[in-house]
């Protein structure tokens, strides 16, 4: 159990605590979840391979790990929370065939392959800003790593791997249960794993990859097994263990890793300890979103990124928020209309917000602290922000609670939720998109003129306005009940 709610004690309350249940991927059920040291909560999360833009699909990932960090803190527990950056080894494959993702990015755009690094890890961070995706405690890169990667492959290599033309190969017979992680998924999993001359096993995958005689790489390093590059599972057991301990609490990612990089990870993870311990007492994975009009792989040339979402007129709120409506292992579509939809809930919430804000001071005659529980038991099923949001709904719309303590309990909403909704205005939400060809100002000013043309009853003139404004891509909306004057279109 944590420690009361930090926000809530503040201000006399004193909710109930519900238990924080957390579906558990190597047992496949939910667990209570018990930290190993409360004071310190640690959290490992895999990061985004930085060789292009991360498309919507792999942000995801990252509004799920957010709001299972801000729950954690939010009910009382401080987090270490820790992203890597994957800028060298990670594969055109899942497993061991294929080229080098940084690689083969920089020969494509002849462009240096550190700097294609940096750009995309600059890039990927002011997504997480825009989706107010709090920044981890740390954000180490997998380069930065690499005299760890080799002593660790120098631990295990005796007992646990073997030596083949191409590098240096983890042997997955030498270590209890491997693939158990997996196990629902062992079918697909097999069928993802491209057959490499001289596997023991064809789940065995490469700990260390030699440079071929006359490859051209501009990230590689010597090593015992040869001048290359780590294999891309190794990091992650590197880091996690330098930034959290050889013992740390919860490890994340996208369901994908579920089937090969994380087994691979645990069962570096056993070899190295000399145990059964996988490393993580919980392993969470999100499910995946799928794209209904186009292909959510950045294999395919065209995918969806959060600029995509902006330059179509989208706040990037309206796509956390569409994240949030669903829960996080369940399998999410991605459409506009659906999109659309959580822009106009976002505008809802902002114009209660803005109405609260705007009502006189009065006493409560409902209890506050009561949708604070309800927000608590919402969230403590396994991360259940779909609830969590109607819980806020329904906190916004109690009449018997004043308007002051409905927006100190927003506060609370906030901090779990990562909306924003005490500072978001209805100005924040009007996204200019790529193709419209006037500005704020320019609207401001055509509309006042249509509303003086049509208090003068001079309806061609109002008519005339608003085609112009149409034609611009500014949509007026005449009658909206949300009180919203224009939007762009």
């Known amino acids: 159990m944590a420690a009361p709610l930090a926000g809530m004690a503040r201000r006399g309350y004193t909710p109930a605590m519900s238990t924080l249940t957390l579906f558990n991927s190597l047992s496949r059920a939910a667990e209570p979840f018990v930290p190993i040291d409360p004071a310190n909560v640690r959290v490992y999360s895999c990061g985004p ?8 699909g792999n942000l995801r ?22 992203i890597n950056i994957t800028d060298v080894g990670h594969l055109t494959s899942d497993a061991d065939a294929g080229d080098d993702k940084m690689e083969a990015a920089a020969r494509a755009s002849g462009q240096d392959i550190w700097a294609i690094a940096r750009h995309y890890t600059d890039a990927f961070k002011q997504n997480l800003k825009d989706l107010h995706i709090r920044e981890p405690d740390r954000f180490p890169l997998a380069t930065d790593h690499i005299d760890g990667m080799i002593a660790w492959g120098e631990a295990i290599a005796d007992r646990h791997c073997y030596r083949l033309p191409d590098g240096l190969y983890f042997d ?3 270590v209890p249960d491997y693939g158990r992680l997996a196990r629902a998924g062992m079918e697909e999993r097999e069928g993802r794993i491209e057959a490499v001359a001289g596997k023991r096993q064809p789940e065995d995958f490469a700990i260390w990859r030699t440079s071929a005689p006359g490859e051209n790489r501009q990230m590689e390093w010597d090593s015992p097994w040869g001048r290359g590059a780590p294999g891309w599972h190794l990091e992650c057991s590197v880091m996690s263990e330098r930034y959290l301990g050889a013992r740390f609490d919860i490890h994340t990612g ?18 190295h300890s000399g145990t059964a311990d996988t490393g993580a007492t919980y392993w969470l994975h999100n499910n ?9 792989s950045k294999s395919s040339g065209q995918f969806t990124r959060l600029q995509t979402l902006v330059d179509r007129g989208f706040h990037p709120l309206s796509y956390r928020l569409m994240c949030l409506q669903a829960q996080y292992r369940s399998e999410m579509e991605f459409s506009w209309e ?15 917000v803005e109405t609260l804000k705007a009502r006189p001071a ?101 008519d005339a306005i608003r ?13 909206d009940p949300l009180g919203w004057d224009w939007r762009i279109s």
């Open 362 to 462: 009065m006493p409560s005659t409902g209890s506050a602290a009561a949708h604070a529980e309800r927000l608590d038991d919402a969230v403590s099923d396994d991360l259940g922000t779909p609830r969590a949001l109607i819980a806020l709904d329904e906190m916004l719309a109690d009449k018997k609670v004043s308007p002051g303590d409905r927006l100190a309990m927003l506060t609370e909403f906030d901090a779990v939720l990562g909306l924003d909704l005490a500072t978001l205005t209805r100005a924040d939400l009007r996204v200019r998109p790529a193709s419209a060809t006037i500005d704020e100002a320019g609207i401001a000013g055509r509309l006042a003129e249509r509303r003086a043309a049509r208090a003068d009853k001079d309806f061609p003139r109002s």
């Open 254 to 271: 996208g369901i994908d890793h579920r089937e090969i990089h994380h087994p691979n990870e645990i069962a570096q993870n056993q070899a």
């Open 172 to 174: 997955t017979a030498t």
């Open 288 to 296: 995946f979103l799928v794209e209904r009009d186009a292909k959510m």
């Open 61 to 82: 990932a990252y509004v799920f790990t957010d709001t299972l960090v801000r729950v954690l803190r939010w009910k009382g527990w401080p987090v270490t929370h820790v």
């Open 467 to 479: 085609d112009e404004l149409a034609a611009a891509g500014v949509e007026v909306m005449d009658g």
């Open 49 to 56: 391979t930085v060789y292009n833009y991360a498309h919507i």
């Open 338 to 352: 659906g999109l659309a939809a959580a822009q106009t809930r976002l505008k809802r919430l902002v114009q209660a």
